[in-house]
């Protein structure tokens, strides 16, 4: 369900609520790979029912709006959306 | 849409419907087939093309206003140059070759967490606008500021 993927910069847990189909998405983790960021994501459309659900209320408690990607930062700052330089910025 | 199979035929079915609305096809080709891939996924696992960018629950009814054109394009596209996922763009993007970035999301929170709620009405507001001088039609809340295709004011939306 949870991917990792490896990067040599692994200062920051680096958390990824995703959608298999998005393409902002996409983006994001290539550039979180580009830049060799360790981080982990997971793929919210290929779950199922209550698993999906648990996962849904999680992205609620930190992007009450909701959209793809929602991405955790140190478990406290979220970044919503494609944002390179947002991600850039908190990760220095 | 039942025809549709591949994400060729999608391509020439959504650039043919944005034509028609006068609103383009992004102009990054690797990343419109990535999205048509993310549509056809859509397709074969929900039985419509709904929104690669968004979370489809399964049930139409929920989704029906995810459906690619979905319901917040028109309104996003006049606020922001292009939709939420940036398949389509407005003819301003499209020419002048505009660089397009990831949008705030317009869906009611409500509905994009809909799938943890017991189901609430997912009936909308949007209705449809007719353009009196060329017919063109609108999908939103409101009327458009003026009509995408023949630039009358929003008086003449009906």
Redesign the interface.
């Given at each position: 369900m949870i991917k990792h993927v490896e990067g040599s910069n692994d200062k920051h847990s680096v958390f990824l609520y995703t959608l298999s189909t998005c393409v902002w998405c996409k983006k994001t983790k290539q550039f979180l790979l580009d830049m060799g960021i360790k981080y982990s994501y997971i793929d919210v459309d290929l779950l199922e029912g209550a698993q999906q659900n648990k996962v849904m209320s999680e992205i609620s408690a930190v992007n009450p709006q909701g959209g793809f990607p929602t991405i955790l930062i140190d478990k406290v700052k979220t970044v919503v959306g494609y944002q390179p330089e947002a991600i850039k910025e908190i990760l220095q | 849409m039942e025809n549709i199979k591949s994400p060729q035929e999608l391509r020439v079915f959504l650039e043919t419907n944005a034509k028609d609305k006068g609103y383009y096809l992004n102009q990054d080709t690797s990343?419109v087939n990535?999205?048509l891939?993310?549509?056809i996924?859509?397709l074969n696992r929900y039985g419509y093309s709904s929104c690669?960018?968004?979370?489809?629950t399964g049930d139409y009814a929920l989704d029906s206003d995810l459906i690619c054109p979905c319901r917040y394009m028109e309104n996003d596209i006049q606020k922001y140059g292009s939709c939420f996922?940036?398949l389509y763009v407005s003819k301003d993007v499209y020419e002048n070759k505009k660089t397009i970035?990831?949008?705030?999301?317009s869906?009611p929170?409500e509905k994009?967490?809909d799938?943890?709620y017991s189901h609430v009405s997912s009936k909308t507001n949007a209705k449809e606008w007719k353009c009196a001088v060329c017919g063109y039609k609108y999908l939103g809340d409101n009327p458009p500021e003026k009509c995408p295709k023949c630039g009358a004011s929003r008086k003449f939306f009906k």
């Open positions: - | 990343f990535a999205l891939e993310g549509l996924r859509n690669p960018c968004r979370l489809s996922c940036a970035s990831s949008i705030p999301e869906r929170k994009n967490f799938v943890n």
